[in-house]
């Protein structure tokens, strides 16, 4: 460590200029505006602070070029915030790898409109738009076990489970009782298991038109899904809001940050009180309630509610007081802490998961006691991630860092040793929000890279106008000093990100002819007495008509088709190429319809044929020399 990153002083870069001054004053500057109330309530100046130490993103690095043809090292799954999916990355070279459409709707693959898809999103098939922020893959004994990625929607209150076999998403349920689903963790042990997902916006219960401008009366859920059926399982009413959460290692305990002790409605009283909490749920005192029949339920929705306020005697919570609007809460990958982010404190408070027992058994006299240190860090703490070291790193927003620090000496100093847990703040460009290091959301963290998942990207990219993309920076933590070694630009916005290593997943190359993601499509083909690998036919069903084919580059099943105006058309094509990578697509000219069909895949999607004429569908994903040549002809007959 040096002196220089420990007092917080400018150093030079090699040129012997003050590395980054202009454009550090000017980031603070917007930063501060942009977070008046964060700092104005913080209560430190952050205008006229001195020069940050530098970061090293100019010098050596480690070698992190992954040659054409080589594989990367680890899986990245990056959330795509307001866009609505998930974006996969190979890391360390952070070539973008897919796409996977979750609440989103997308013109590629045609998840949105095929029949598979919609079937997947359901109810909410409606919205077009989501806002995912924090993936998650499903462990087995705290360790990633590659079977499922489960993200949030904040928009539209659901929650998504993506297949880490094919890559697709299966199961989408809408949370009822809630509104807007934002922190999500999964249950590490012994298995998830549990999906927790927090309701992070208090509402009348039911929201059915009563009591709408009565505040004190609303409240908000914690929520619990079976990761295997994707059922909502049950829900904990509490006090306050519900931000971010983790759960521990040992399946007891999940915790998850209030910022909105208050019960506030505008900004002004949700910043009122100098300390909000912590909401600490003991999972199995949760189960014993609704096992013993002690919960309510809410409107039509027929989910166990099992009281969590403070005024509850069932004891299914704690609430531990903490700084200010806490953000983050991340749980370290020894399994000793919930560390929780101060957002307008500029601390981070550590809460000792060992301490829990005897907090839910009445052992404490405050829950404070359960407090093992609050490191003060910088300005605006939001997340914390692990190197597997004993060392935590935390983005601190509004000094636009990561500081680097160790869990011990944070404890000792807490109690009364005079000693220093900084170990190293590294800018970064700019204001990072979540960071996440390699498998550091499991007990096999090996801190090796670390990225800081920056909210602005100002003058890193060239210039694209008005709308600037989001910066996420990987960080070398191998070493004894942080390096920033590589930028990516990213859309509209990764919050989260989840890395595991690339032997904690197994894909299927090529699809298995019975894989339940288009079972009830070849259940459908059944009942029509069709063999979808053989056969080329169509059926009329009244003014339904189902068109079966088969598709083996260059050709589809059935070079034309013929129906009626203002017949509903469902089109099944079944691919049976068998090569990996052989993707064929369906898309008819004018009708808004266009399908992946992915080697032994089937796929279905359903339109109305309104244009009398001649409508040409064609193959659109590239397939073969003849890719051109692979179409077809829909004849519409006028009615
Ligand atoms: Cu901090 Cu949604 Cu995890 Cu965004 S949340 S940064
Ligand atoms: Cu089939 Cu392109
Ligand atoms: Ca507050």
């Known amino acids: ?27 603070v500057g917007s930063a501060v505006v942009g977070a008046a109330g964060m700092a104005g309530v913080a209560g430190v100046g952050t205008l006229t602070r001195s020069e940050p130490a530098q970061s090293a993103s100019e010098g050596d690095g480690p070698d992190i070029h992954v040659a054409p043809g080589e594989l990367d090292e680890y899986y990245g799954f990056w959330s795509g915030g307001h866009s609505g999916e998930v974006r996969i990355y190979g890391v360390p070279s952070m070539r973008e790898i897919m796409r996977i459409p979750v609440f989103n709707h997308c013109s590629a693959s045609g998840w949105g409109m095929t029949n598979e898809s919609k079937r997947v999103l359901g109810d909410s098939h ?52 809630a509104q807007a689903i934002h922190g999500l963790r999964l249950q590490k042990a012994p298995r998830t298991g549990y999906v927790f997902a927090n309701a992070e916006y208090m509402i009348p219960q039911p929201n059915d038109g009563r009591d709408l401008d009565d505040p004190s009366k609303y409240f908000t859920l914690w929520n ?19 931000d971010n959460m983790d759960t521990d290692y040992t399946g007891k305990y999940a915790a998850a940050t209030c910022y909105n002790s208050e019960g506030g409605v505008d900004l002004a009283s949700k910043m009122r009180a100098d300390r909000d909490w912590v909401v600490v749920f003991s999972i199995e005192r949760i189960e014993q309630a609704v096992a013993d029949g002690n919960y309510t339920t809410i409107g ?7 009281d969590g306020r403070k005024s509850s005697d069932l004891n299914v919570t704690r609430y531990v007081p903490v700084p200010k609007n806490p953000h983050g809460l991340n749980t370290s990958t020894d399994g000793k802490y919930f560390i929780a982010a101060g957002k307008l404190s500029p601390t981070a408070t550590m809460i000792e998961i060992a301490r829990l027992d005897a907090l839910f058994a009445g052992e404490l006299s405050d829950a404070r006691d359960v407090v093992a240190a609050e490191p003060e860090l910088g300005l605006g703490p939001l997340h914390t991630t692990y190197d597997g070291r004993g060392n935590a790193y935390t983005t601190v927003f509004i000094d636009s860092q990561i500081v680097k620090w160790n869990m011990d000496a944070a404890v000792r100093n807490y109690n009364g040793e005079d000693v220093d847990y900084i170990i190293q703040k590294l800018d970064v460009q700019y204001q990072p929000g979540h960071n996440h290091a390699t498998l550091a ?36 933590i191998s070493g004894d000093e942080m390096k920033v070694v590589h930028d990516t630009p990213t859309f509209a916005e990764p919050h989260d990100a989840v890395i595991i290593r690339r032997d904690q997943i197994t894909t299927k190359q090529v699809w298995e002819r019975d894989d339940p993601f288009f079972a009830e499509t070849v259940a459908r083909a059944k ?21 079966y084919m088969t598709s083996v580059a260059p050709n589809f099943g059935m070079p034309e088709f013929t129906v009626k105006q203002g017949d509903e058309v469902t089109v099944t ?51 073969h020399a003849l890719h051109m040549e692979m179409t077809g002809r829909m004849l519409v007959e006028p009615a």
């Not at 039509?300 to 099992?306: A, C, F, H, I, Q």
């Not at 691919?575 to 796929?603: R, Y």
């Open 1 to 27: 460590m040096s002196d220089e990153n420990k007092d917080n002083k400018p150093t030079e870069s090699p040129e012997g200029l003050p590395a980054n001054a202009g454009r550090r004053r000017f980031l």
């Open 126 to 177: 409606r919205f077009t738009n989501g806002d995912a922020h924090h993936p998650h893959v499903s462990y087995t004994d705290g360790s990633h076990d590659g079977r499922y990625l489960f993200i949030n929607d904040k928009a539209n209150t659901r929650v998504a489970r993506i297949r880490l076999d094919v890559f697709k998403t299966d199961k989408i349920v809408t949370v009822p009782n």
């Open 224 to 242: 619990a899904i079976d990761g295997d059926t994707m059922e909502v399982k049950w829900q904990v009413m509490v006090d306050g809001n519900l």
């Open 300 to 306: 039509d929705s027929d989910v166990p509610v099992v």
């Open 441 to 476: 959301e499991s007990k096999d963290a090996d801190g090796k890279y670390l990225f800081s998942l920056n909210k602005f990207s100002k003058d890193r990219y060239l210039p694209v106008g008005p709308l600037h993309p989001e910066n996420d920076q990987m960080i070398d």
């Open 527 to 547: 009942a029509d007495g069709i063999n979808l690998e053989t056969d080329n036919q169509v059926i009329r069903d009244g003014n339904q008509v189902r068109v």
């Open 573 to 623: 094509i079944t691919n049976m190429d068998k090569v990996e990578d052989l993707t064929h697509g369906f898309c008819v000219v004018g009708h808004g319809v266009s399908m992946e069909i992915s080697p032994q895949q089937t796929s279905s999607i359903t339109f109305t044929a309104d244009k009398p004429g001649v409508h040409w569908y064609y193959c659109n994903w590239f397939c």
